[in-house]
Protein backbone atom coordinates (compact mmCIF):
# COMPACT_ATOMS: atom_id res chain seq x y z
CA UNK A 1 0.00 0.00 0.00
CA UNK A 2 1.24 3.06 -0.57
CA UNK A 3 1.49 5.90 2.25
CA UNK A 4 0.04 9.13 1.26
CA UNK A 5 0.95 13.10 2.13
CA UNK A 6 -2.45 14.31 2.90
CA UNK A 7 -0.39 17.96 3.71
CA UNK A 8 1.40 17.43 0.09
CA UNK A 9 -2.08 16.68 -1.44
CA UNK A 10 -3.36 20.07 0.04
CA UNK A 11 -0.50 21.91 -0.95
CA UNK A 12 -0.17 23.09 3.02
CA UNK A 13 2.90 22.59 5.24
CA UNK A 14 2.44 20.69 8.49
CA UNK A 15 2.29 23.38 10.57
CA UNK A 16 -1.00 24.65 8.22
CA UNK A 17 -3.63 25.84 10.88
CA UNK A 18 -7.45 24.55 10.50
CA UNK A 19 -8.20 27.34 9.12
CA UNK A 20 -5.17 27.41 6.04
CA UNK A 21 -6.34 24.03 5.55
CA UNK A 22 -9.99 24.59 5.09
CA UNK A 23 -9.02 27.07 2.65
CA UNK A 24 -6.81 24.69 0.16
CA UNK A 25 -9.62 22.24 0.60
CA UNK A 26 -12.26 24.75 -0.61
CA UNK A 27 -9.79 25.58 -3.45
CA UNK A 28 -9.21 22.57 -4.47
CA UNK A 29 -12.34 21.34 -4.41
CA UNK A 30 -13.62 24.26 -6.86
CA UNK A 31 -10.59 23.27 -9.19
CA UNK A 32 -11.22 19.57 -9.02
CA UNK A 33 -15.23 19.11 -9.04
CA UNK A 34 -15.72 17.04 -11.75
CA UNK A 35 -19.12 19.18 -12.43
CA UNK A 36 -16.77 21.93 -13.41
CA UNK A 37 -13.41 21.17 -14.32
CA UNK A 38 -11.69 21.00 -17.30
CA UNK A 39 -8.64 19.66 -15.78
CA UNK A 40 -7.25 16.02 -16.64
CA UNK A 41 -8.55 13.15 -13.86
CA UNK A 42 -10.05 16.12 -12.48
CA UNK A 43 -12.24 13.19 -10.64
CA UNK A 44 -9.32 11.42 -8.83
CA UNK A 45 -7.74 14.23 -7.78
CA UNK A 46 -11.14 15.76 -6.08
CA UNK A 47 -11.79 12.48 -4.47
CA UNK A 48 -7.80 12.53 -3.20
CA UNK A 49 -8.30 15.65 -2.14
CA UNK A 50 -11.73 15.17 -0.25
CA UNK A 51 -10.02 12.27 1.54
CA UNK A 52 -6.84 14.43 2.19
CA UNK A 53 -9.54 16.72 4.05
CA UNK A 54 -11.36 14.16 5.93
CA UNK A 55 -8.47 13.62 7.49
CA UNK A 56 -6.96 16.81 8.60
CA UNK A 57 -9.91 18.75 8.87
CA UNK A 58 -10.36 16.32 11.87
CA UNK A 59 -8.09 17.41 14.86
CA UNK A 60 -7.97 13.97 15.92
CA UNK A 61 -7.51 11.98 12.73
CA UNK A 62 -5.16 14.46 12.36
CA UNK A 63 -2.91 14.20 14.97
CA UNK A 64 -3.26 10.32 14.56
CA UNK A 65 -2.06 10.46 11.22
CA UNK A 66 0.90 13.00 11.80
CA UNK A 67 2.37 10.48 14.76
CA UNK A 68 2.03 8.11 11.88
CA UNK A 69 3.25 9.80 9.30
CA UNK A 70 6.82 11.19 11.05
CA UNK A 71 8.89 8.86 9.26
CA UNK A 72 7.22 8.39 5.62
CA UNK A 73 6.87 10.01 2.55
CA UNK A 74 4.47 9.93 -0.19
CA UNK A 75 4.05 7.53 -2.74
CA UNK A 76 6.29 5.33 -0.62
CA UNK A 77 5.03 1.71 -1.05
CA UNK A 78 4.77 -1.41 1.59
CA UNK A 79 2.99 0.88 4.04
CA UNK A 80 1.34 -1.32 7.12
CA UNK A 81 -0.12 0.73 9.85
CA UNK A 82 1.25 -1.04 13.14
CA UNK A 83 -1.37 -2.58 14.18
CA UNK A 84 -1.60 -0.45 17.85
CA UNK A 85 -1.23 2.77 15.72
CA UNK A 86 -4.87 4.35 16.74
CA UNK A 87 -4.47 3.36 20.46
CA UNK A 88 -4.77 5.80 22.91
CA UNK A 89 -7.03 7.55 19.76
CA UNK A 90 -11.00 7.68 19.84
CA UNK A 91 -12.49 8.18 16.50
CA UNK A 92 -15.76 10.36 16.95
CA UNK A 93 -16.90 9.60 13.58
CA UNK A 94 -17.20 13.68 12.78
CA UNK A 95 -18.59 15.79 9.95
CA UNK A 96 -17.76 13.87 7.00
CA UNK A 97 -17.25 15.64 3.71
CA UNK A 98 -20.19 15.48 1.33
CA UNK A 99 -18.20 14.18 -1.38
CA UNK A 100 -18.29 10.12 -2.17
CA UNK A 101 -16.26 9.15 1.01
CA UNK A 102 -17.26 5.39 0.19
CA UNK A 103 -14.61 5.87 -2.49
CA UNK A 104 -11.74 6.77 0.18
CA UNK A 105 -7.97 4.70 -1.03
CA UNK A 106 -7.25 1.80 1.09
CA UNK A 107 -4.79 3.72 2.40
CA UNK A 108 -7.37 5.79 4.28
CA UNK A 109 -9.87 2.43 5.05
CA UNK A 110 -6.62 0.46 6.98
CA UNK A 111 -6.15 3.62 9.02
CA UNK A 112 -9.53 4.87 9.90
CA UNK A 113 -11.57 2.06 8.85
CA UNK A 114 -14.44 0.87 6.76
CA UNK A 115 -16.79 2.09 9.30
CA UNK A 116 -15.32 5.71 9.29
CA UNK A 117 -16.00 6.14 5.60
CA UNK A 118 -19.19 4.18 5.41
CA UNK A 119 -20.71 6.52 8.03
CA UNK A 120 -21.49 9.26 6.21
CA UNK A 121 -23.26 6.69 3.59
CA UNK A 122 -24.77 4.97 5.98
CA UNK A 123 -26.86 8.08 7.80
CA UNK A 124 -27.95 8.93 4.60
CA UNK A 125 -29.37 5.78 3.00
CA UNK A 126 -29.04 2.87 5.75
CA UNK A 127 -31.62 3.40 7.81
CA UNK A 128 -34.10 2.79 4.78
CA UNK A 129 -33.95 -0.91 5.72
CA UNK A 130 -36.72 -2.19 5.54
CA UNK A 131 -38.61 0.36 3.92
CA UNK A 132 -39.20 -0.14 0.23
CA UNK A 133 -37.24 2.99 -1.37
CA UNK A 134 -36.69 3.02 -5.72
CA UNK A 135 -33.01 3.49 -5.74
CA UNK A 136 -31.14 6.93 -6.85
CA UNK A 137 -30.83 7.99 -10.31
CA UNK A 138 -27.21 7.89 -11.35
CA UNK A 139 -25.27 9.91 -13.68
CA UNK A 140 -22.39 9.33 -15.83
CA UNK A 141 -20.76 10.77 -18.94
CA UNK A 142 -19.78 8.90 -21.93
CA UNK A 143 -18.15 9.88 -25.57
CA UNK A 144 -18.93 8.55 -28.55
CA UNK A 145 -17.82 8.85 -32.35
CA UNK A 146 -19.41 10.69 -35.11
CA UNK A 147 -19.86 8.03 -36.50
CA UNK A 148 -22.17 6.18 -33.56
CA UNK A 149 -24.66 9.09 -33.74
CA UNK A 150 -25.41 7.93 -37.14
CA UNK A 151 -25.75 4.09 -36.67
CA UNK A 152 -25.94 3.83 -33.14
CA UNK A 153 -23.29 1.74 -31.40
CA UNK A 154 -22.60 -0.59 -28.40
CA UNK A 155 -20.05 1.11 -25.44
CA UNK A 156 -18.99 -0.82 -22.07
CA UNK A 157 -19.20 0.81 -19.65
CA UNK A 158 -17.69 0.20 -16.24
CA UNK A 159 -19.14 2.71 -13.36
CA UNK A 160 -18.53 2.29 -9.34
CA UNK A 161 -21.48 1.99 -7.66
CA UNK A 162 -22.14 2.09 -3.77
CA UNK A 163 -23.97 -0.83 -2.32
CA UNK A 164 -25.92 -1.66 0.75
CA UNK A 165 -23.92 -5.09 1.80
CA UNK A 166 -25.60 -7.72 3.99
CA UNK A 167 -23.79 -6.13 6.77
CA UNK A 168 -25.57 -3.17 6.26
CA UNK A 169 -22.70 -1.38 5.30
CA UNK A 170 -22.25 0.21 1.83
CA UNK A 171 -19.24 -1.38 -0.90
CA UNK A 172 -17.84 -0.07 -3.27
CA UNK A 173 -18.72 -2.47 -6.44
CA UNK A 174 -17.34 -1.64 -9.95
CA UNK A 175 -19.59 -3.09 -12.79
CA UNK A 176 -19.74 -3.74 -16.51
CA UNK A 177 -22.76 -2.32 -18.31
CA UNK A 178 -22.94 -3.20 -21.80
CA UNK A 179 -25.13 -0.18 -23.40
CA UNK A 180 -26.86 0.38 -26.33
CA UNK A 181 -26.37 3.83 -27.79
CA UNK A 182 -29.53 4.84 -29.85
CA UNK A 183 -29.18 6.59 -32.78
CA UNK A 184 -29.76 10.16 -33.75
CA UNK A 185 -28.03 11.77 -30.65
CA UNK A 186 -26.52 15.23 -30.37
CA UNK A 187 -23.82 16.74 -28.40
CA UNK A 188 -24.49 17.21 -24.79
CA UNK A 189 -28.27 15.33 -25.21
CA UNK A 190 -28.78 12.64 -22.09
CA UNK A 191 -29.59 9.39 -22.26
CA UNK A 192 -31.48 7.10 -19.72
CA UNK A 193 -31.02 3.25 -18.86
CA UNK A 194 -34.32 2.19 -17.05
CA UNK A 195 -33.16 0.56 -13.87
CA UNK A 196 -29.45 0.41 -13.76
CA UNK A 197 -29.02 3.84 -11.01
CA UNK A 198 -28.69 3.05 -7.80
CA UNK A 199 -30.55 -0.20 -6.82
CA UNK A 200 -33.50 0.70 -4.50
CA UNK A 201 -34.20 -0.58 -0.51
CA UNK A 202 -36.02 -3.33 0.16
CA UNK A 203 -37.94 -4.68 -2.85
CA UNK A 204 -38.19 -1.65 -5.03
CA UNK A 205 -36.60 -0.72 -7.93
CA UNK A 206 -33.82 0.36 -9.12
CA UNK A 207 -33.28 4.35 -10.32
CA UNK A 208 -31.89 4.95 -13.85
CA UNK A 209 -28.64 5.81 -14.98
CA UNK A 210 -28.29 8.88 -17.34
CA UNK A 211 -25.35 9.42 -19.31
CA UNK A 212 -24.80 12.61 -21.34
CA UNK A 213 -23.33 12.24 -24.24
CA UNK A 214 -20.38 13.72 -25.50
CA UNK A 215 -18.62 13.45 -28.64
CA UNK A 216 -14.60 12.90 -29.44
CA UNK A 217 -13.53 15.49 -32.20
CA UNK A 218 -13.47 14.18 -35.68
CA UNK A 219 -10.77 14.82 -37.99
CA UNK A 220 -13.10 15.40 -41.26
CA UNK A 221 -16.38 16.46 -39.66
CA UNK A 222 -17.54 19.52 -37.65
CA UNK A 223 -20.92 19.22 -35.86
CA UNK A 224 -23.52 21.49 -34.83
CA UNK A 225 -26.39 19.91 -32.88
CA UNK A 226 -27.82 17.72 -36.07
CA UNK A 227 -25.63 19.26 -38.33
CA UNK A 228 -22.58 17.81 -39.91
CA UNK A 229 -20.40 19.64 -41.98
CA UNK A 230 -17.41 19.86 -44.20
CA UNK A 231 -14.68 21.07 -45.60
CA UNK A 232 -14.12 20.18 -49.27
CA UNK A 233 -11.16 21.02 -51.39
CA UNK A 234 -11.42 21.57 -55.29
CA UNK A 235 -9.50 21.92 -58.08
CA UNK A 236 -9.78 25.30 -59.61
CA UNK A 237 -11.20 24.22 -63.07
CA UNK A 238 -13.70 21.59 -60.76
CA UNK A 239 -14.79 25.38 -59.66
CA UNK A 240 -14.86 27.50 -62.65
CA UNK A 241 -16.44 24.79 -65.03
CA UNK A 242 -18.64 22.96 -62.56
CA UNK A 243 -18.10 18.98 -61.52
CA UNK A 244 -19.56 16.04 -60.01
CA UNK A 245 -17.50 15.23 -57.10
CA UNK A 246 -17.61 12.07 -54.56
CA UNK A 247 -17.82 13.41 -50.92
CA UNK A 248 -17.70 11.04 -48.09
CA UNK A 249 -20.31 11.58 -45.21
CA UNK A 250 -20.87 9.25 -41.96
CA UNK A 251 -23.37 7.68 -43.84
CA UNK A 252 -21.61 6.84 -46.75
CA UNK A 253 -20.10 8.93 -50.14
CA UNK A 254 -22.35 10.74 -52.27
CA UNK A 255 -21.93 12.42 -55.62
CA UNK A 256 -22.34 16.57 -55.05
CA UNK A 257 -22.75 18.53 -58.19
CA UNK A 258 -20.72 21.73 -58.10
CA UNK A 259 -22.22 24.09 -60.26
CA UNK A 260 -19.98 26.33 -62.43
CA UNK A 261 -18.79 29.69 -61.44
CA UNK A 262 -18.19 27.91 -57.49
CA UNK A 263 -15.81 30.29 -55.40
CA UNK A 264 -14.14 29.19 -52.28
CA UNK A 265 -16.80 29.35 -48.94
CA UNK A 266 -19.82 28.81 -50.94
CA UNK A 267 -21.37 26.66 -48.67
CA UNK A 268 -23.93 23.78 -50.22
CA UNK A 269 -26.62 21.43 -48.45
CA UNK A 270 -27.32 17.92 -48.33
CA UNK A 271 -30.55 17.70 -47.13
CA UNK A 272 -31.19 14.89 -44.97
CA UNK A 273 -27.73 13.84 -44.42
CA UNK A 274 -27.21 14.98 -41.03
CA UNK A 275 -27.40 12.96 -37.59
CA UNK A 276 -30.61 10.94 -38.23
CA UNK A 277 -32.78 12.16 -35.45
CA UNK A 278 -36.18 12.34 -35.83
CA UNK A 279 -36.38 15.77 -37.78
CA UNK A 280 -32.91 14.69 -39.11
CA UNK A 281 -29.79 17.11 -39.54
CA UNK A 282 -28.32 18.42 -42.53
CA UNK A 283 -24.87 18.21 -44.08
CA UNK A 284 -23.30 20.58 -45.38
CA UNK A 285 -20.36 21.04 -47.53
CA UNK A 286 -17.99 24.04 -47.53
CA UNK A 287 -16.01 24.45 -51.07
CA UNK A 288 -12.16 25.33 -50.89
CA UNK A 289 -10.39 25.85 -54.16
CA UNK A 290 -6.93 24.40 -53.58
CA UNK A 291 -3.80 24.97 -56.29
CA UNK A 292 -1.13 22.88 -56.34
CA UNK A 293 1.75 23.53 -54.62
CA UNK A 294 4.29 23.53 -57.68
CA UNK A 295 3.21 23.95 -61.21
CA UNK A 296 4.67 23.01 -64.03
CA UNK A 297 6.05 25.68 -67.04
CA UNK A 298 3.08 23.73 -68.92
CA UNK A 299 0.66 24.62 -65.98
CA UNK A 300 2.00 28.40 -65.66
CA UNK A 301 1.62 29.09 -69.14
CA UNK A 302 -2.09 28.02 -69.51
CA UNK A 303 -2.40 30.18 -66.14
CA UNK A 304 -1.21 33.28 -68.36
CA UNK A 305 -3.33 32.70 -70.87
CA UNK A 306 -6.30 32.66 -68.86
CA UNK A 307 -4.44 35.71 -67.12
CA UNK A 308 -4.84 37.58 -70.37
CA UNK A 309 -8.32 35.87 -71.76
CA UNK A 310 -9.99 37.62 -68.08
CA UNK A 311 -8.14 40.58 -67.99
CA UNK A 312 -11.97 42.42 -67.14
CA UNK A 313 -12.47 40.01 -64.33
CA UNK A 314 -11.32 42.59 -60.99
CA UNK A 315 -12.68 40.00 -57.91
CA UNK A 316 -11.64 43.21 -55.61
CA UNK A 317 -13.64 46.00 -57.64
CA UNK A 318 -16.11 45.72 -54.20
CA UNK A 319 -12.98 46.85 -52.20
CA UNK A 320 -12.37 49.70 -54.53
CA UNK A 321 -9.08 49.06 -55.87
CA UNK B 1 -26.12 -9.86 -13.86
CA UNK B 2 -23.60 -11.08 -16.82
CA UNK B 3 -21.91 -9.00 -18.73
CA UNK B 4 -22.82 -10.04 -22.01
CA UNK B 5 -26.61 -8.51 -21.30
CA UNK B 6 -26.96 -5.68 -23.91
CA UNK B 7 -29.49 -2.50 -22.32
CA UNK B 8 -30.74 -0.55 -24.38
CA UNK B 9 -30.20 2.99 -23.49
CA UNK B 10 -33.54 5.65 -24.43
CA UNK B 11 -32.88 9.55 -25.69
CA UNK B 12 -34.11 12.03 -23.50
CA UNK B 13 -35.66 14.68 -25.59
CA UNK B 14 -37.11 18.19 -24.55
CA UNK B 15 -40.90 16.58 -24.66
CA UNK B 16 -40.51 13.78 -22.37
CA UNK B 17 -42.30 15.25 -19.21
CA UNK B 18 -41.88 14.01 -15.79
CA UNK B 19 -44.34 14.85 -12.65
CA UNK B 20 -42.69 16.15 -9.45
CA UNK B 21 -43.46 13.10 -7.37
CA UNK B 22 -41.26 11.50 -10.25
CA UNK B 23 -38.04 14.45 -10.12
CA UNK B 24 -38.47 13.52 -6.50
CA UNK B 25 -37.48 10.00 -7.00
CA UNK B 26 -35.33 10.41 -9.26
CA UNK B 27 -32.72 12.46 -7.43
CA UNK B 28 -33.51 11.38 -4.34
CA UNK B 29 -35.30 14.70 -2.51
CA UNK B 30 -38.45 15.53 -0.88
CA UNK B 31 -40.33 18.55 -2.50
CA UNK B 32 -39.72 20.60 0.39
CA UNK B 33 -36.39 20.34 -0.59
CA UNK B 34 -36.66 20.86 -4.48
CA UNK B 35 -39.24 23.66 -4.15
CA UNK B 36 -36.09 26.21 -2.97
CA UNK B 37 -34.36 24.55 -6.41
CA UNK B 38 -37.25 26.02 -7.94
CA UNK B 39 -37.76 28.96 -6.54
CA UNK B 40 -33.79 30.14 -7.39
CA UNK B 41 -35.21 29.26 -11.11
CA UNK B 42 -32.26 26.32 -11.68
CA UNK B 43 -34.85 24.60 -13.20
CA UNK B 44 -38.80 25.49 -14.10
CA UNK B 45 -42.39 23.57 -14.06
CA UNK B 46 -43.12 23.68 -17.79
CA UNK B 47 -45.16 26.77 -18.76
CA UNK B 48 -48.62 24.75 -19.62
CA UNK B 49 -48.53 23.38 -16.20
CA UNK B 50 -47.05 26.05 -13.55
CA UNK B 51 -50.43 27.21 -12.14
CA UNK B 52 -50.96 24.91 -9.77
CA UNK B 53 -47.93 22.94 -7.75
CA UNK B 54 -50.22 19.39 -8.06
CA UNK B 55 -50.36 19.22 -11.94
CA UNK B 56 -46.48 20.57 -12.05
CA UNK B 57 -44.28 19.15 -15.14
CA UNK B 58 -40.80 19.09 -15.54
CA UNK B 59 -39.26 18.09 -18.31
CA UNK B 60 -36.78 15.36 -18.21
CA UNK B 61 -33.89 17.15 -18.98
CA UNK B 62 -34.32 18.63 -15.38
CA UNK B 63 -33.00 15.49 -13.79
CA UNK B 64 -29.67 15.76 -14.89
CA UNK B 65 -29.23 19.40 -13.86
CA UNK B 66 -30.63 18.95 -10.48
CA UNK B 67 -28.55 16.18 -9.57
CA UNK B 68 -25.54 18.38 -11.20
CA UNK B 69 -27.16 21.24 -8.98
CA UNK B 70 -27.48 18.89 -5.36
CA UNK B 71 -23.64 17.90 -6.01
CA UNK B 72 -22.08 20.95 -6.29
CA UNK B 73 -24.16 22.12 -3.28
CA UNK B 74 -22.55 19.34 -1.39
CA UNK B 75 -19.00 19.38 -2.54
CA UNK B 76 -18.43 22.92 -2.28
CA UNK B 77 -20.80 23.68 0.58
CA UNK B 78 -22.60 26.57 -1.92
CA UNK B 79 -25.65 28.03 -0.97
CA UNK B 80 -28.48 27.82 -4.16
CA UNK B 81 -28.31 31.36 -4.88
CA UNK B 82 -24.31 30.56 -5.78
CA UNK B 83 -25.73 27.15 -7.27
CA UNK B 84 -27.96 28.80 -9.53
CA UNK B 85 -24.74 31.16 -10.76
CA UNK B 86 -22.83 28.49 -10.84
CA UNK B 87 -24.77 26.81 -13.23
CA UNK B 88 -25.17 29.08 -15.43
CA UNK B 89 -21.64 30.46 -16.04
CA UNK B 90 -21.01 26.85 -16.65
CA UNK B 91 -23.77 26.78 -19.27
CA UNK B 92 -22.47 29.73 -20.59
CA UNK B 93 -18.74 28.38 -20.50
CA UNK B 94 -19.71 25.47 -22.14
CA UNK B 95 -21.37 27.37 -25.35
CA UNK B 96 -17.93 29.66 -25.37
CA UNK B 97 -15.85 26.47 -25.02
CA UNK B 98 -17.73 24.66 -27.97
CA UNK B 99 -17.81 27.81 -30.04
CA UNK B 100 -13.74 27.75 -29.55
CA UNK B 101 -13.30 23.97 -30.38
CA UNK B 102 -15.65 24.87 -33.81
CA UNK B 103 -13.23 27.92 -34.21
CA UNK B 104 -9.82 26.82 -34.08
CA UNK B 105 -10.90 23.32 -36.24
CA UNK B 106 -11.44 26.40 -38.88
Sequence with gaps: ?321 | MTKQELFSAVIITDDEVISLAELCRSCALSAEQILPIIEYGIIEPLPTSRNSIVHWQFSADCVPRMQMAIRLQRDLDINLAGTALALELLDELKTLRQRVAALQRD
Excluded at chain 1, 13 to 30: F, V
Design chain 1, 1 to 321: MEYKDYYQILGVEKSATQDEIKRAYRKLARKYHPDISSETEAEAHFKEVGEAYEVLKDPEKRVAYDQLGKNWKTGQSGFQPPPDWNEGFEFHGGGFTGGDSADFSDFFESLFGQRAAGAHRSSRAGQQRGFQVRGQDSHARVFIELEDAYHGATRVLTLQSTELGADGRPHIRPRTLNVKIPKGLKEGQTIRLQGQGSPGYGDAKAGDLYLEIGFNPHSLYKVNGHDVSLELPITPWEAALGATIQVPTPSGKVELKVPPGSSSGKRMRLKGRGIPAPTRGDFYVTLEVVLAQKQSEKEKSLYQALQQEAVHFNPRANLGV
